[in-house]
């Protein structure tokens, strides 16, 4: 699921040239992958930079995050907000919610954002917020559903973000030979393409970032 597109020594080469994690961001790392199940799952440390690095230019008021996991990402993105930023982060897991939140506190961050628990379709028409910015990394058959959920909540200027759009290359394989996620990854492209109402630059790190900004309702 999320691989490494760059050969490794590139990874991390650019690893080394970008700015470390702060202590509890690498121990919730070291944890998620000693404890956690499918720990492939994390950010790491390149893309979570990356996504501060854009949470921090945009400055979000509000950000909503579809897929929480162990909440390395969630940290990244609170990081970058404006100072009376909120994060909302749903997830359907709920056993990951305590150490998710035991992280949020060791970063100061258990004010700025709220976790949501159950299946994302359900709760986002439940949050009543407008969004700057938001990530999308969760159930990939759903990505297209999440995309016309929130479309309606971000402001025009604001950004949608979606994780493994390039799903381990498969995306370029003949469609028989694509795994399901992959041909959903792929179908999710498309329409992004074909949407007139954003722009968007697919970025080939980690395993693909596709960054959105809505120029239109
Ligand atoms: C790739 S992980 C998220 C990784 C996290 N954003 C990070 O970078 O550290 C995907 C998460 O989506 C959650 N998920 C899967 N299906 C979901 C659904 N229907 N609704 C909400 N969350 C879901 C999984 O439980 C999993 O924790």
Do not use: W
């Not at 080469?13 to 070291?30: D, F, K, V």
């Not at 949608?160 to 179908?187: C, F, R, W």
């Not at 498309?190 to 109402?197: G, T």
Request: glycine share 6%; hydrophobic share 40%; with cysteine.
């Amino acid at each position: 699921m999320t691989q490494v597109l760059l050969p490794i020594e590139i990874d991390k080469y650019a690893e080394t040239y970008t700015t470390a994690e702060s202590e509890a961001l690498a121990q919730l790392n070291r944890e998620t992958h000693l404890k956690v199940e499918l720990p492939v799952m994390l950010s790491g440390k390149l893309q979570g930079a990356l996504l501060y690095m854009i949470s921090s230019m945009i400055q979000p008021r509000r950000v909503l995050e579809i897929g929480t996991y162990t909440g390395y990402s969630a940290i990244y993105l609170a990081k970058g907000m404006a100072a009376d930023g909120h994060l909302h982060t749903i997830d359907i897991n709920e056993e990951l919610q305590d150490m998710c939140f035991r992280y949020f506190c060791k970063e100061g961050l258990e004010n700025n954002i709220t976790q949501h628990i159950g299946k994302a379709a359900e709760i986002i028409p439940n949050i009543n917020e407008q969004f700057d910015l938001v990530f999308i990394d969760a159930d990939k058959q759903n990505y297209h559903l999440y995309y016309d959920m929130v479309f309606d909540k971000v402001p025009v200027g604001g950004f949608i973000l979606a994780d493994n759009v390039l799903y381990n290359g498969e995306v370029v394989l003949p469609h028989t030979e694509q795994s399901k996620n992959a041909q959903a990854m792929h179908t999710y492209n498309e329409k992004i393409k074909a949407d007139k109402r954003v722009e968007h630059v697919l970025l080939p790190v980690r395993d693909g970032i596709m960054l959105v900004k809505k120029i239109a309702n």
